[in-house]
């Protein structure tokens, strides 16, 4: 599987994961970002998306250091997962 298409797959795990996972808008961020966005983190994005990309990952690393982090605030977390719909939205689109 090319890695474009690995990556895309990473943002859709994710995004359905804040649409479907059961739990607090902390806890599904940070499912998200364990089970999804973390797994494609070396995938090739397209050039538009990449700094916009690594920063949310740099976000997220720090936010959740371990899968069961839990001391985010929740406004955080709602933003955070706000961002990821946003680049996930832009992706599709160049895709």
Request: no cysteine.
């Amino acid at each position: 599987m090319s890695k474009s298409i690995e990556g895309w797959r990473h943002f859709f795990a994710a995004v359905t994961a804040l649409a479907t996972m059961p739990g607090s808008i902390v806890e599904r961020v940070g499912h998200a970002y364990w089970e999804g966005l973390r797994k494609g983190a070396d995938a090739e994005l397209p050039a538009e998306l990449r700094n916009e990309y690594a920063r949310m990952m740099s976000r997220l690393e720090t936010l959740y250091p371990t899968p069961h982090s839990r001391d985010v605030e929740p406004r955080e977390a709602a933003r955070m997962a706000k961002q990821i719909l946003r680049l996930y939205d832009r992706m599709s689109r160049l895709t």
